[in-house]
């Protein structure tokens, strides 16, 4: 029987950021997350229940930023929440989790 699609995608999110799937994380309130990574602790989505403006903004700004030679990137800044969010493929943020050494300073993180 082959895995569900959610599944799936836990599976090759750890491979790629070199984490490990946490299993049953979506049954069990003892269990965070569904990969984590030395740094990161990642919760995947898939299907549905992800909002088609969000899949539409990030597939113009791809497009946008192909015919440029860019990479794409969305951020998206929820009304009344004090952080932004950031929308990038998994291929970069693994470029990111492996190339960039983070600092942390009083304003966050940093690369240097």
């Known amino acids: 029987m082959t895995d569900p699609a959610w599944k799936k ?4 999110v750890a491979k790629n950021l070199h984490g490990r799937r946490i299993p049953c994380s979506g049954v069990s309130s003892d269990f965070k997350g569904d990969v984590e990574t030395d740094r990161y ?7 549905k229940q992800i909002p088609k403006t969000i899949i539409n903004w990030f597939e113009k700004i791809k497009k946008d930023a192909e015919k440029v030679g860019k990479e794409p990137a969305l951020v998206l800044k929820p009304k009344g929440k004090h952080y932004e969010l950031v929308v990038i493929s998994l291929q970069n943020f693994k470029k990111l989790v492996e190339g960039d050494k983070l600092y942390e300073t009083e304003s966050g993180y940093e690369t240097k």
């Open 9 to 12: 995608l836990e599976r090759k």
């Open 41 to 47: 602790l990642i919760d995947c989505k898939h299907g």
